[in-house]
């Protein structure tokens, strides 16, 4: 189990590593995301399933995806490069290794789980939502109200400003036009 | 279970919270800013999670999940100024953006 932590602990280190040093924006998702499933067997081992389940959900599912998004309606980081650069064994070898590297840390704590006794440490999914729900409920609602400010706030700042052009000024727009083609 | 000493756990996070913050540091471009914001905040959570397992307490995994939802706030109000920043000024650089910095 200590091999595990070390080796998963290796890979979120090296995949944030290229990350942050990466060029192309979305090579530099990708090992991020590599980097929080790595973060993610380590909640497991360490006795946070629930945790580590939301890891996955919410930080590589919701949040990279929206990073995902951004970054391909910018449409930056991408003009250089052409589709036959993307298949180059470079582009996927070293996600590739990594990701393979967790699957078989995965495998292991399949296959071990099954003899060794879990017991003392782990803190199951109830008592979190018991806890959640009664102690910190008022840490729910304030979160709440939270998520609702960043809504309304993600909304104004997302809106495109339209543009209100008169119809007149449109028309003038159209004979400037025909003028200047004649 | 793990039997690793807590000192390596919390050197860990440390590790990705420093390297987090030298990609804050170094890189100029937002949305890589932005990305080693997450791993800054990622690395503070798992050192919550880490002293809840340690103590098996879960006010750990409770403090990570309000973590998660200022999370997600901050990135989608983080992304919608960036999607504006990219409109007004055509650019992720940061540094492009000096229009208070006085010109001599």
Redesign the interface.
Known sequence: ??TI?YIA?AV??IS??L??AGRN?IH??LF?IV??LA?SV??F????P??AA?EII??AG??MV??IF??M??N?GMERETESNWLKPRMWIIPSILTTILLIDFLYVLKTMAHAE??????SPK??G???FS??VL?VEI?GM??L???V??????R?KKKVIHRFLKKENIIKEADSEN | MVTIPIEIQILFAGLLFLMGLIGLLVRRNVIYMLMSIEVMFNSAGMVFVIAGAHWAQVDGQVMFIFMLAVTATEVSVALAIILQMFHHFKTLDVDELNNLKETN
């Open positions: 189990m200590n932590f602990a979120a280190l944030t590593g990350a942050i924006a530099s998702l991020l980097s929080l973060v380590i909640f081992i360490l006795g946070a629930f945790i939301l919410i930080y919701a949040v929206l990073f951004v970054i309606m910018l930056v879990i017991a003392g440490q782990i803190v008592q979190v018991i806890s959640l102690t910190y840490g979160a939270l998520l400010a960043g809504i706030g993600a909304y104004h700042l997302g495109q």
